[in-house]
């Protein structure tokens, strides 16, 4: 199944979307029809957004941004929650060996605390979408609106169940931040994170109650923990600078 992205039209509007939201009772299928929509209303290069690791203890939040050429086979693509980690590894390859362009960008713990997750996400995107390589001229964009992006938007609900173009940016996402979070625990050995990935298992709170916090954990999610309410909280193996508190 391929897709075709270049259409003579330039495009209708530049106003962002509200929130597609998924009507009660309604099945959900990755397909190429937002995509299509999107050509007839005259856009010509269309990238789906997806991000990854907003709900970690520590590590990255993660996006990616991908561009599908007419080349990408997107047989298979789905919301990467729905797939193996060996069958995201496979269509990850193939996404970025044919689309017409991807990218990720990152924002770290200290980010994610000086910011909020919130800001901290979109921070990431605007991220991926720069460093595309070419100005996408749509973007869809898994849930809500991205802050900051002077860019035609339609914020898709589930968008990762319904797009194409998501989904394989969320796939992206996921191989890649798995990677990262592979390579940290070399780092940062004894908190599991090759196998929980940063989340908050109880194998990685129970490392945390021994180990205190690593200097890739973020403080103001790991602070609402029940076991540094306690009177002898962990020691904080790595304090953030005073600077970084300002």
């Known amino acids: 199944m391929n897709l075709r992205l270049s259409v003579s039209r330039s495009h209708a509007g530049s106003q962002t979307r509200a929130p597609l939201r998924v009507p ?3 099945a959900l299928a990755c397909t190429l029809a937002l995509e299509a929509e999107a050509q007839q209303a005259g856009y010509r290069t269309i990238a789906g957004i997806d991000e990854v690791g907003r709900g970690a203890l520590c590590g990255p939040v993660l996006a990616a941004a991908v561009v599908l050429a007419e080349a990408t086979d997107v047989d298979g693509v789905n919301d990467s929650k729905q797939l193996t980690a060996k069958r995201r590894e496979l269509l990850s390859e193939r996404i970025r060996r044919t689309s017409r ?5 990152s924002a770290d713990a200290r980010e994610v605390d000086l910011l909020g ?3 901290a996400t979109h921070e990431a995107m605007r991220r991926a979408v720069a460093g ?3 100005s996408p001229d749509l973007l869809l964009v898994d ?3 991205v802050a900051g992006l002077p860019l ?4 898709i609900i589930k968008g990762d169940a319904r797009s194409c173009s998501i989904a394989a940016a969320s796939i992206v996402a996921k191989v890649s931040r798995d990677a990262l979070m592979r390579d940290l625990d ?6 599991g994170l090759a196998r929980n990935k940063g989340y908050g298992s109880q194998m990685h709170r129970d490392a945390l109650g021994r180990l205190g ?3 890739i954990h973020r403080r103001s999610f790991c602070r609402q923990l029940p076991l540094f309410a306690a009177e002898r909280a962990p020691r904080d193996a790595c304090p953030p600078p005073k600077d970084e508190l300002r």
């Open 213 to 215: 916090l690593s200097p």
């Open 132 to 134: 595309l390589g070419l």
């Open 186 to 191: 070399a780092t940062y050995p004894g908190y």
């Open 143 to 145: 849930g809500f609106a």
């Open 152 to 155: 035609p938007q339609w914020p």
């Open 117 to 119: 997750i919130v800001a």
């Open 101 to 105: 362009a991807w990218a990720v960008g």
């Open 24 to 26: 009660n009772g309604t």
